[in-house]
């Protein structure tokens, strides 16, 4: 059973840094496509970031481009989001969400709620205080 594994949220003033982190373990193919929902009480789950693994090829919602940088460990099948220059609104519950698919289709399915990826973790909560 595929499972993925969240780390590194938190709490932290406007304008500091945070890492999250994801590692894919359990599964019987390995994925190559991964990446970052957030989530705030009241409003859809938003793609934040995306990675597909053959050519590394990003995703980045308006939002956070320029600021957040997805990055990949190939060989832990691990995925990191870097958050830097945070503000209030990137507030929220984020969770990894993980397939095994082309490029289009990853990188397509990280911009909406994401409801067509497979494996997903169990959430961390980022918390920016202004």
Aim: proline share 2%; aromatic share 12%.
């Amino acid at each position: 059973q595929a499972q993925l594994t969240e780390s590194g949220g938190g709490s932290v003033q406007a304008g500091g840094s945070l890492r999250l982190s994801c590692a894919a373990t359990g599964y019987t193919y390995s994925s190559n496509c991964m990446g970052w929902f957030r989530q705030v009480p009241g409003k859809k789950r938003e793609g934040v970031a995306a990675i597909y693994f053959e050519g590394e090829d990003t995703y980045y919602a308006d939002s956070v481009k320029g600021r957040f940088t997805i990055s990949l460990y190939k060989a832990r099948d691990t995925v990191f989001l870097q958050m830097t220059t945070l503000k209030p609104e990137d507030s929220g519950e984020y969770s990894c969400a993980a397939d095994h698919a082309s490029r289009d289709w990853c990188l397509r399915a990280f911009r909406g709620e994401g409801t067509d990826l497979s494996y997903w973790g169990q959430g961390t909560q980022v918390t920016v205080s202004s």
